[in-house]
């Protein structure tokens, strides 16, 4: 069974960084793309940054120039390097990766992890 295992939220004033760490682990045979997600109260679930298997990148608008997104291929690990912080940046952070296992196709969440930004 594939897990997904998410650190590094917290809570930091505006303008501040944080690093979000998301490691994959299980019978992954490959990978498509790895992405961050985010939710904010009394919202929908929004895509952040997504990173494919060909190392093709994407940013929501909102994020663009701020955030980053990096993958460890090795360590089956995806990072998200988010800096100049504003309160509305203010979610759960979810990881998700799509791909496919030896039973088939993947589709895996991480529990999410909280980002709070302090005006």
């Known amino acids: 069974q594939v897990q997904l295992v998410e650190s590094g939220g917290g809570l930091v004033q505006a303008g501040g960084s944080l690093r979000l760490s998301c490691a994959a682990s299980?019978?992954?045979?490959?990978?498509?793309?790895m992405g961050w997600y985010r939710q904010a109260p009394g919202k929908q679930r929004e895509l952040v940054a997504v990173?494919?298997?060909?190392?093709?990148?994407d940013y929501a608008d909102s994020v663009t120039g701020r955030f980053t997104i990096s993958r460890d291929n090795a360590k089956n690990t995806v990072y998200l390097q988010m800096n100049s912080l504003k309160p509305e940046d203010t979610a759960v952070y979810y990881c998700?990766?799509?791909?496919?296992?030896?039973?088939?196709?993947?589709?895996?969440w991480g529990q999410g992890t909280l980002v709070t930004v302090s005006s």
């Open positions: 998700n990766l799509e791909g496919w296992e030896a039973g088939g196709a993947l589709d895996a």
């Open positions: 299980g019978s992954i045979f490959s990978i498509k793309y």
């Open positions: 990173v494919t298997g060909d190392d093709i990148i």
